[in-house]
């Protein structure tokens, strides 16, 4: 897992998760070396490097990527699965999305295409008691329906942009209940925020 959360159905005693598999590349580097590197770094927590203030090593962290800039290994990159909390037990997995709306930095493309490789999962599933999983954490422009039990994707819908977020849900006052994500472009991952 990454930023995301599991999920988890009381009823059904199922964990529902989304993972990563990305290889990176880390790297420390000693304390008076990195002040020679970056003398008037301030720290940026998000970045490809870390000071680690009061530490004897800075660190730097970078995913390990072919020259096309595609992970170096084989796909799945980030999955969604169920997991039987009673014995342990993977119940289902899918692979997390689609390559369709990813950039291809290497290529200098946005992917058109919509195979199901399974893309790193950065925003973890709601579950809801009615059965139904709901995930967004993708780089593709979509929120999935998965029935709990089985995995199956039962609906999606196109986004504006990439949501690379965790779903949350809430009943309104009209009596019905209502899926909220965020959807918005994340420069980590460079989706861009167009719908092709």
Not at 88 to 110: R, S
Request: aromatic share 10%; proline share 7%; hydrophobic share 35%.
């Amino acid at each position: 897992m990454n930023w995301g959360r599991v999920s988890y159905d009381q009823g059904r005693n199922l964990m529902v998760v989304a993972d990563m598999r990305m290889p990176v590349i880390t790297q420390l580097t000693e304390r008076e070396q990195f002040r020679k590197e970056h003398p008037d770094f301030l720290g940026d927590a998000h970045g490809v490097i870390s000071a680690q203030f009061g530490l004897p090593y800075a660190h730097s962290i970078v995913n390990f990527m072919s020259p096309a800039g595609v992970p170096c290994l084989e796909p799945p990159w980030g999955t969604v699965s169920a997991v039987d909390l009673a014995s342990g037990e993977l119940v289902w997995q899918q692979p997390a999305g689609t390559g369709k709306d990813a950039n291809i930095e290497g290529l200098g493309l946005q992917n058109p295409l919509p195979f199901y490789l399974g893309m790193p999962a950065l925003g973890g599933a709601i579950t809801t008691k009615s059965g139904l999983s709901f995930h967004s954490g993708t780089q593709d422009y979509y929120l999935r329906a998965y029935d709990t039990e089985t995995g199956e994707v039962l609906w999606k819908g196109r986004l504006p942009s990439g949501s690379q977020s965790t779903p949350m849900t809430y009943v309104g006052k009209d009596g019905r209940q209502y899926i909220v994500l965020t959807a918005g472009v994340r420069a980590t991952i460079r989706t861009t925020g167009r719908i092709t």
